[in-house]
């Protein structure tokens, strides 16, 4: 009868059944299994090989697991932020003020004397800026001057198409660009900001320091 046992799980074993499948199949312990097996060469590439499709499995089963993990993360995510969403009303004159000094307080160049300098590569960014400088500070768009700021593996041409097409400005706003080249690019690197950097300009000492005073202004009355 145990020749006959061992006789099916040495056959389930060659048919590449693990040691836990034949235990379950015949009722056998996997000690006595192993000592079954043990000195067959054969059976030490079937667990060789078996081991490599647990591993290729595991490998699938974590992918997988993963996967759906993320998706159901980002579907949380996107559920926040719609209702985060739906807590800002429309922006007010108010808003606006803020909002722009508070951009300006962050990317603003605030160290000259004469010229309100804003840059950023954000188009909305720069959308609102406009706004900030020609609804709040009252400066006419055709006072306002623009630079943009690539590498030079972009095409000047596109950007100021891009730019004057995003912010409504007619090309003859824009200045010469600037061309700047990081030493880890060296124009084999993909640039990730394909349009550039977009630099506003606006000659305006009295709005410069109007501009430094609401910063100030914010800080203090931010720290009482």
Same mark, same amino acid.
Request: hydrophobic share 35%.
């Given at each position: ?11 389930? $074993? ?8 034949? =235990? ?25 090989? #078996? ?9 699938? #089963? ?11 993360? $980002? ?21 606006? %003020? ?19 300098? !804003? ?9 609102? &800026? &406009? $706004? ?20 030079? #593996? ?19 706003? !824009?200045?010469?660009? =600037?061309?700047?080249? =990081? ?32 910063? =100030?202004?914010?800080?203090?009355? %931010?720290?009482?």
């Amino acid at each position: 009868m145990e020749k006959k046992i061992k006789n099916l799980a040495t056959k389930l $074993r060659k048919n590449g059944y693990s040691y836990n499948e034949i =235990s379950q199949k015949l009722n056998i312990p996997k000690g006595t299994l192993s000592y079954w097996f043990k000195n067959i060469k054969k059976f030490e590439i079937i667990k060789q090989q #078996n081991i490599k499709k647990a591993k290729i499995q595991w490998a699938q #089963n974590i992918t997988a697991y993963n996967k759906n993990r993320s998706v159901v993360a $980002r579907k949380r995510w996107v559920s926040i932020q719609k209702k985060s969403e739906k807590q800002i009303q429309k922006i007010t004159k108010k808003d606006l %003020f803020f909002i722009g000094n508070s951009l300006y307080w962050a990317e603003g160049y605030k160290r000259g004397n004469w010229n309100v300098i !804003f840059s950023n590569s954000d188009p909305f960014i720069n959308k609102i &800026m &406009m $706004r900030f400088f020609t609804e709040i500070c009252f400066i006419p768009k055709e006072k306002i001057k623009i630079q943009i700021q690539i590498h030079k #593996n972009i095409s000047f041409k596109n950007a100021l198409h891009y730019w004057s097409k995003i912010l409504k400005l007619q090309k003859k706003q !824009f200045l010469s660009p =600037s061309f700047q080249l =990081s030493k880890s690019s060296k124009l084999k690197r993909k640039n990730n900001l394909p349009f550039g950097t977009l630099r506003i300009r606006i000659n305006d000492v009295i709005l410069l320091n109007k501009i430094k005073g609401w910063i =100030s202004g914010i800080s203090k009355n %931010f720290g009482a």
